[in-house]
């Protein structure tokens, strides 16, 4: 069985529970510590990518959450275009597996960003935050498509 905290001991020549005690203390002051596998206490396991984009639905910046979350921001703006082609794929109908093949990510992690979502939608400030992103990602990829269209670089 794989534990982290076991691991990283190992690596820093500390005992295990210096890196659960350390870990406490960093959740405490506010951090966000994700291990390999999901982040517990939303169900079934939600990963961290989820909680992520649920940040960045919380008009949260790149910055913040990349701070937050120990990820870098280019990190965070991959989840976030991942999970506006997925919604915008989703709206043309598209199926699961489909959306998984596409963007490259597994089926499980398109029905919990699917279901983020649909929890988003009945949530006022992040429909909006969700329309005004899938307006630009359409805009840009209609601004891409005109480009090639016309033989020239595209944006």
């Known amino acids: 069985m794989l534990c982290p905290a076991l691991d990283l001991a190992r690596v820093l020549s500390v005992d295990v529970r210096t890196i659960r005690r350390d870990i406490q203390q960093l959740k405490a002051e506010g951090h966000t510590i994700d291990t390999r596998g999901p982040v517990k206490g939303g169900g079934r396991g939600q990963t961290h990518k989820v909680k992520i984009i649920a940040l960045w639905l919380d008009r949260q910046g790149y910055d913040k959450i990349a701070r937050w979350v120990h990820h870098s921001p280019q990190a965070i703006k991959r989840y976030v275009t991942t999970f506006l082609r997925m919604v915008l794929l989703h709206r043309q109908d598209r199926a699961a597996s489909e959306i998984a093949f596409v963007t490259a990510t597994s ?17 006022p400030t992040h429909r909006v935050k969700l329309e005004e992103e899938l307006a630009r990602v359409s805009a840009w990829q209609g601004d891409r498509a005109v480009a090639a269209e016309k033989g020239g670089p595209t944006p």
Do not use: K
């Open 107 to 123: 089926e499980r992690l398109v029905q919990d960003y699917l279901a983020l979502y649909q929890t988003a939608q009945a949530n």
